[in-house]
């Protein structure tokens, strides 16, 4: 199984931040690299798939990218609405995999 | 309007078995395939099961293989999950998700809002 692992665990920010995100896959995926957002109480929205592509009616502010084993999502100037955590996921092969998560705190 | 809306959760003794169900609309559902995946509550996503529109590819998580059985009825837009031999670590909130496809990428690009499911006695 290919392992999905995100850096940092959580994060605090302010408003107008940069804040970037990592993930490694224990293996190379390619670039069959796909993040989604997650609020509390609500389901996972798809952010970025294939690494760099940017989900239709995602902010501007959000981009993916890396290829192999490492990958970055990056939110260029963090918003209200952004504070949420974040997952990364492998569809290069079965078991479908998902990174631990990084929550991203005021 | 693309959606999906899960049902069957509930409060289940250890060892027993709840069927979930996921109501799609808004979109051709046998053009698509389907996949289930929890949250185990404070915990991240955990990817259950995968089937192609046809059902005639299907994958499941080690973790289920054996107790889980994910099945379709096209003519329902009706995805499925039956749940055997329920342990507590089966507590979650349990979502279905469609998964899109792009030059050969795959993606989860539609949630159901999710269905809790309690196993305990």
């Known amino acids: 199984d290919i392992q999905m692992t995100q850096s940092p665990s959580s994060l605090s920010a302010s408003v107008t931040d940069r804040v970037t995100i990592t993930c490694r896959a224990s293996?190379?995926?390619?670039?069959?690299l796909n993040w989604y957002q997650q609020k509390p109480g609500e389901a996972p929205k798809l952010l970025i798939y294939?690494?760099?592509s940017l989900q239709s009616g995602v902010p501007l502010r959000f981009s993916g990218s890396g290829s192999g084993t490492d990958f970055t999502l990056t939110i260029r100037s963090l918003q209200p609405e952004d504070f949420a955590t974040y997952y990364c996921?492998?569809?290069?092969?079965?078991?479908?995999?998902f990174g631990g998560g990084t929550k991203v705190e005021i | 309007q693309v959606q999906l809306v899960e049902s069957g959760g509930g409060l289940v003794q250890p060892g027993g078995s709840l069927r979930l169900s996921c109501a799609a609309s808004?979109?051709?559902?046998?053009?698509?395939?389907m996949t289930w995946i929890r949250q185990a509550p404070g915990k991240g996503l955990e990817w259950l099961s995968y089937?192609?529109?046809?059902?005639?590819?299907?994958h499941y998580a080690d973790s289920v293989k054996g107790r889980f059985t994910i099945s379709r009825d096209n003519a329902k837009n009706s995805l499925y999950l039956q749940m055997n031999s329920l342990r507590a670590e089966d507590t979650a909130v349990y979502y279905c998700?469609?998964?899109?496809?792009?030059?050969?990428?795959?993606?989860?690009?539609?949630w159901g809002k999710g269905t809790t499911v309690i196993v305990s006695s």
């Open positions: 808004g979109f051709p559902f046998t053009d698509y395939y």
């Open positions: 998700a469609r998964h899109s496809a792009l030059d050969y990428h795959y993606f989860m690009d539609v």
């Open positions: 293996q190379s995926i390619s670039n069959y």
């Open positions: 089937i192609s529109g046809s059902a005639s590819m299907i």
């Open positions: 294939a690494a760099s």
């Open positions: 996921q492998q569809s290069y092969s079965f078991p479908l995999t």
